[in-house]
C-alpha cells in the first residue's frame, strides 16, 4: 500500500472534473462545508506537525461534550426542518422515519456494511499501529490512512448529502472538528502524508454534495427531501452516543434508510 501515495494525482483529477459543476449558480455556496472539512484537516495537520503535543484527558472531555451537545442539535435541527403540517402529518413523517431505518437497518445488515466499516477501522489500527519514527514509507502510509479515516463513515455521506440539498453544513462543521484533532494527532506519528488526505475529502465529499445538490434542484416534492431530512437527523442524534463512548451503534447499516425514507413517502400518499 505504500505505493498508494501516487494515486494522489487521481484525486486531484476527481476534483478537476467535479469543478466544472461549479458554474452551475449556488454549487459553490453547497460546498461550503466540505471546504471546512477540507481546511481543517489542513490546519490541523499543519499544527500537529509544528507543535505536536497531546490534548490534555480534561480538554479532550470538553470537546467531545461539546460535539456531543452540536451533534445532538444538528440532528434535531434536521428533524424539525423536515417535518411539517397538522399533527397528524408530522406524526406520519416520523412514522416514515421509523419504518425506513428498521428497512434500512435490515438491508445494511445484510450488506454487512458496519461490518465492512470495521474490518477498514481494523486495517487503520495495524498500520498506524506499525508506524515508526524511522519508517520511510511513513508519508504514504499516513496519505492512506487518514484518507480511509476521513472519507470512510456515515458523517461524510450525511453531512454531504445535508449541504447539497438544503446548505446546512453543521454536519460537516462536526465532522471537521473531529478531522481537525485526528489530523493533528496524526501528523504527530505520519508527518506531512496527513496534509495530502485533504485532496480525497474535498474529492469526494464536493462530489457527493454536487451531486446532492443537483438531486434537490431535480425533487420538486418537499416531501421526499424531507424525509431524508428526518431520517438522516434521527441517525445523527445516534452519533452522540458513539461520541460520548455511551454505547457502540452500527451507523453504518443505517445508511440505506436515506434511499428508503423518500421511496416509502412517494408510496405512502
Not at 261 to 269: G, K, S
Request: proline share 4%; net charge positive; charged share 10%.
Amino acid at each position: 500500500m505504500g505505493g498508494s501515495v501516487q494515486d494522489a494525482p487521481f484525486s486531484s483529477l476527481a476534483v478537476a472534473f467535479a469543478f466544472p459543476a461549479l458554474r452551475r449558480r449556488g454549487s459553490v455556496r453547497a460546498l461550503t462545508g466540505t471546504f471546512i472539512n477540507t481546511a481543517a484537516i489542513l490546519v490541523g495537520g499543519f499544527v500537529g506537525l509544528t507543535a505536536a503535543r497531546q490534548l490534555s484527558a480534561q480538554t479532550q472531555t470538553r470537546i467531545k461534550l461539546a460535539l456531543a451537545a452540536f451533534t445532538l442539535y444538528a440532528g434535531a435541527s434536521m428533524v424539525w426542518q423536515g417535518t411539517g403540517g397538522s399533527l397528524g402529518t408530522v406524526l406520519k413523517q416520523l412514522g416514515i422515519a421509523m419504518l425506513a431505518l428498521v428497512l434500512g437497518n435490515a438491508l445494511g445488515m445484510a450488506l454487512r456494511l458496519q461490518a465492512g466499516l470495521n474490518k477498514l477501522g481494523r486495517f487503520v489500527k495495524e498500520r498506524i499501529a506499525k508506524a515508526s519514527p524511522a519508517d520511510d514509507n511513513r508519508f504514504s502510509e499516513g496519505f492512506v490512512t487518514c484518507t480511509l479515516l476521513f472519507c470512510v463513515g456515515p458523517m461524510a455521506i450525511l453531512g454531504a448529502l445535508e449541504d447539497g440539498t438544503s446548505g446546512d453544513f453543521k454536519i460537516l462543521a462536526i465532522k471537521s472538528a473531529l478531522d481537525g484533532l485526528a489530523a493533528m494527532g496524526f501528523a504527530a506519528t505520519f508527518g506531512p502524508g496527513v496534509l495530502l488526505a485533504a485532496l480525497p475529502v474535498l474529492a469526494y465529499q464536493g462530489t457527493l454534495t454536487l451531486l446532492a445538490h443537483a438531486l434537490a434542484d431535480q425533487l420538486h416534492d418537499p416531501l421526499l427531501l424531507g424525509s431524508i431530512r428526518v431520517t438522516g437527523g434521527l441517525v445523527v442524534m445516534c452519533i452522540t452516543v458513539v461520541i460520548l463512548d455511551v454505547r457502540k451503534v452500527p451507523l453504518a447499516n443505517y445508511l440505506p434508510s436515506l434511499a428508503v425514507a423518500p421511496l416509502l413517502t412517494h408510496w405512502w400518499r
